[in-house]
């Protein structure tokens, strides 16, 4: 599928996923200082499943990659299955910059 530019539902994906990722940032800074609210964790995942699912319907595959290796990581803490350190912060901070990159480039 080629992206239309003046497509308004690529526009519309645009400002909702901006939107998330400026509330990512503020959430991910709130879960370094509760590393355990097993809710905002829940709330960051669904975040980042709203922006994969968006960049999927629109082909975006960059982006969408990037979302699911993420939410992957996500799944893995919300299971208790890996422990959140300062590197993990760091790297999901990392991937919402990607994110408003790769937004940007399209």
Do not use: W
């Not at 497509?7 to 200082?33: M, P, S, Y």
């Not at 960049?55 to 799944?75: A, P, Y």
């Amino acid at each position: 599928m080629a992206i239309d530019l003046d497509d308004e539902i690529l526009q519309d994906f645009l400002i909702e996923a901006g939107e998330i990722v400026e509330q990512l940032n503020g959430q991910l800074v709130d879960l370094e200082q509760s590393p355990e609210d097993f809710d905002l964790l829940n709330t960051i995942f669904r975040g980042v499943h709203t922006i994969n699912g968006g960049g999927s319907s629109l082909s975006l595959k960059n982006l969408v990659e990037l979302c699911h290796q993420s939410e992957d990581v996500c799944d893995l803490l919300r299971n208790r299955e890996l422990l959140l350190v300062y590197v993990m912060m760091y790297s999901f901070l990392r991937v919402l910059d990607d994110v408003s990159k790769i937004m940007n480039e399209v």
